[in-house]
């Protein structure tokens, strides 16, 4: 099976609402190993690299704005298949198409606002968790839950 590692990034507006905790609570009981996070005020240049494949749509200028307008809990987590396992676990785009279980299902109320992100695939992993950190915040460790400790 597919080890891999997945970006994530928790949304200002969450971490505004203070439920921080109870996002990352939901990856780690999924026994996902968080190997790098931070709290950060992303840049105008980091939000435009993040959503560059999204630039001239619509929602652009918003989703730019909003991304910028607090704190945002950057992450990496590892995992057997980890970045399909982390993007069910958080849901579809729109919280009302998100199963009642999963983050956005249960803490989102709109698209432009919905909570959390993660990176789409092995090749949008790399290419994003690049933009935030560097091989040295990547930290490796065994969980418990690690067969071979
Ligand atoms: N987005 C938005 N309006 C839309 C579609 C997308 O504001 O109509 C934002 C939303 O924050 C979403 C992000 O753009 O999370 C990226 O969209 P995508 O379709 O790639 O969804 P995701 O990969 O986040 O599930």
Redesign the pocket.
Known sequence: MEYEREFVMIKPNSVRRGIIGEIITRLEKRELKITALKLKNITENEAEEL?KE?EGKA?YE??IDFIKSGPVILMIVEGPRAIDMVRHIIG??DPLKSSPGSIRGEYGLT??K?IV?AS?SPVSAERELKIFFNEEEIIEYKLNTQKDL
């Open positions: 959503y999204h929602f918003e989703l579809v785009a698209v432009g919905n992100h789409d």
